[in-house]
């Protein structure tokens, strides 16, 4: 069975990159510091984050100066998924999405001290799709820029 995904590249007051799997009814969600890779070599940090409704896996905007994650969220990118594993610890799903494609595994960090486990890695896994090459690049151009603005009169740019 597939589901959908999307990854919102998430200007806040720090880039990040939000990493949402349709799962269970709503989009569980990640927000990853330095985005995903196709490169297995890299492990990126993947810290669990409140689940999203399903609606919001569309959304791209600016979220108003005041407001908790304020900033330009642009779609990244987005596709369907399909799980090949899951339970407490990993989640291991195939991406058919328009840049990430292949297998990918989130796996749980055990937590240090008593709080609780919120980190985890996402790895991508060496299959066909992988590239120890690969490089990262921002989907928020100047021109997605003003098109968010224009969504939003009212909003300034800096």
């Not at 992988?130 to 690049?137: F, G, H, I, N, Y």
């Amino acid at each position: 069975m597939r589901y959908r995904f999307v990854v919102h590249e998430h200007h806040a007051s720090r880039l990040h990159f939000d990493f949402r799997l349709e799962l269970e009814g709503v989009l569980k969600s990640w927000a990853v510091p330095k985005g995903p890779s196709m490169n297995p070599a890299d492990k990126r940090l993947a810290v669990e984050v409140e689940d999203h409704a399903l609606e919001y896996i569309d959304f791209e905007g600016i979220i108003p100066e005041g407001n908790y994650g304020a900033g330009a969220v642009v779609i990244w990118d987005e596709g369907e998924f399909e799980l090949l594993e899951t339970s407490e610890k990993k989640i291991s799903f195939l991406l058919h999405g328009r840049i990430l494609q292949g297998g990918f595994t989130l796996t749980k960090l055990k937590p240090k001290g008593k709080g609780v486990a919120k980190d985890w890695l996402l790895i991508k896994k060496s299959d066909e799709h992988a590239s120890r090459e690969w490089q990262l690049d921002l989907a928020l151009t100047e021109e997605k820029q003003r098109q968010l603005v224009e969504r939003i009169p009212h909003c300034e740019t800096s």
